[in-house]
């Protein structure tokens, strides 16, 4: 049975940093893509960033460009998002997916889905 467990997600001030990591079991996913998608509160899930296959290239959110960065480890079928300079705006449950089919930043096109972890970002 395939696993995504999220983790560190907190309360952080504004202009702080927070490391999230997500831990992959039952397959491993160094062949496949993995990304970050967030969910605010009456709103859609949505995209923020990805990690393509064995890491070749990530791509982000425009709104997030700059300041959060994804690395994956796949010795240990992990992958993490470092978020600096978080604003109130990042307040949101971050999301771990992995092994999309279709077009990476649309929620339909992933497979697998983490229970998501909060993220609070105060002013």
């Known amino acids: 049975q395939v696993q995504l467990v999220e983790s560190g997600g907190g309360l952080v001030q504004a202009g702080g940093s927070l490391r999230l990591s997500c831990a992959a079991s039952?397959?491993?996913?160094?062949?496949?893509?993995m990304g970050w998608f967030r969910q605010a509160p009456g709103k859609e899930r949505e995209f923020v960033g990805v990690s393509t296959k064995f890491g070749d290239a990530t791509y982000y959110a425009d709104d997030v460009e700059g300041r959060f960065t994804i690395s994956r480890d796949n010795a240990k079928n992990t992958v993490s998002l470092q978020m600096d300079s978080l604003k109130p705006e990042d307040t949101a449950v971050y999301y771990c997916?992995?092994?999309?089919?279709?077009?990476?930043?649309?929620?339909?096109?992933?497979?697998?889905w983490g229970q998501g972890t909060q993220v609070t970002v105060a002013s």
């Open positions: 997916a992995a092994k999309v089919i279709g077009t990476y930043y649309l929620v339909g096109s992933w497979r697998y």
């Open positions: 039952g397959r491993t996913f160094s062949s496949d893509f």
